[in-house]
């Protein structure tokens, strides 16, 4: 009877596996809904190096995932890599999802609301950062701004519970009226009021105090860093609101 009840087990945890959706596809639902990918799992189609044309060789394509394959560094950037940014800009309402996941002592981020114009020579001078990266950089350090799942230099996630190094973490990004929440792995880690005093001053107070979302600006690309370590991404989908 054990056997038999293990064997059951195993047969319908494959099954399950086996219906699991394929990365970087979209289930009839979600093209109901509205959602589109930003990331098809094949190319680097939709997507430029911030400030300039084309993309830098360090961004590929590895089992599915867009991958910043770093080799070799350039300074705090990987050789032939770069930021780089959605083609096409957004605004209004709007929902994303993406996974992630960092080799050890990894550091990458995600950018939103990036105006991409010759003053700001970074997405980070101009975007709010959502952190990607291995936790274990600050290992024993205080508490700052910096962690998985943070904004950077902006407010800290609510809770830490990303997956291991290697192992993919979900995000999911809803901007709804003036209300910003974010989701990572199931738990919601970012709820803001983007018109209250508390948000404001945390912009003010930040790295982004002279960027377009300090006047209320939220509009502009999407954007992945690169911080010369190596990070993939993959089912980056977004749907408008």
Known sequence: ????????????????????????TLTAQERREGW???????????????????????????DGALKLDVPVRAGNKAKNGGDIVTDAAFKGDFEFKADWK????????????VTEAPAYKE????????????????EGAPENKHRAG????????RIREPSPVGEWNQVHFILKGRTLSVYMNGYLIQEHNLDSADWKQRIAASNLKAAPISTGQLAGRIGLQDWGSTVWYRNIKFRQL
């Open 1 to 24: 009877m054990k056997k038999a009840f293990l064997l059951t087990v195993t047969f319908l945890s494959g099954l399950v596996s086996g219906m699991a959706q394929t990365p970087n």
């Open 102 to 113: 960092v080799s050890r002592l990894a550091n990458s981020g995600i950018f939103f609301f």
């Open 36 to 62: 589109k990918l930003l990331f098809n799992g094949k190319d680097t189609a939709g997507w430029h190096t911030y400030g300039k044309q084309g993309i830098g060789s360090a961004w590929r394509i590895e």
């Open 150 to 157: 943070d904004f950077f230099s902006v407010s800290n996630a």
């Open 123 to 138: 997405p980070y001078h101009t975007g709010l950062e959502l952190q990607v990266l291995d936790n274990a950089i600050y």
